[in-house]
């Protein structure tokens, strides 16, 4: 019996080693971690959340990283995740969940946070035209709901990038929160 305990507890061990070892591209926000300054093209404080990807996020992305200080439902009792999905030099995408291997499926999604460079190619915003901070229009979408609700958006652009933030089922004034805690230092 001791010996099979002893078996179970090296499985065990090996199997947590292993699930942390896939974590570099996540972070996690709760009590505990308190916001800190950093140095992402401006002087602001950074939500927990964002912690640890934002070095990962500054080494693959050539454009300005606007990430929100105001996340909704981000308490010590609810700890998200960040999860970064694209980052390459013109673009970034990071998933909002509510478990650390989200692939953004319904149960676990918050939301979304988005930047890419501006090109030619890229539509005109649509939406309902709202007034952010720094005299910023935005772009808000509601979210629209079927077997799943989707994420209600608000989209602007700034110094040629285009951001966008989402929150499934979402609410417009969380989303412009979010979006003036990303614009202003």
Known sequence: MILGLKNISFVGALLLIVSFSGFD???????????????SNTKSQLHPVFRSILPKLKQKTQIQ??????IPESDEKTPIYAIIETATKSKYEILLGFS????????????????????KKMPRLRGKSVSLAKGITGYFEDFKCG??????????RQKGVQYAIGLKAGDR?????MANSAILP
């Not at 591209?25 to 140095?39: C, K, R, T, V």
């Not at 004034?173 to 929160?177: A, I």
Request: proline share 5%; glycine share 6%; charged share 10%.
């Open 100 to 119: 650390p291997n989200c692939n953004g499926g319904t149960a676990c999604r918050l939301g979304i946070v988005a930047a890419e460079a501006v090109t």
């Open 173 to 177: 004034t969380s989303l412009v929160k």
């Open 25 to 39: 591209n996540l972070a996690i926000a709760n009590a505990e971690n308190q916001p800190q300054q950093h140095s």
């Open 147 to 156: 077997a799943n609700c989707s994420d209600a958006t608000l989209t602007w």
């Open 65 to 70: 990283i606007l990430l929100p200080k105001f």
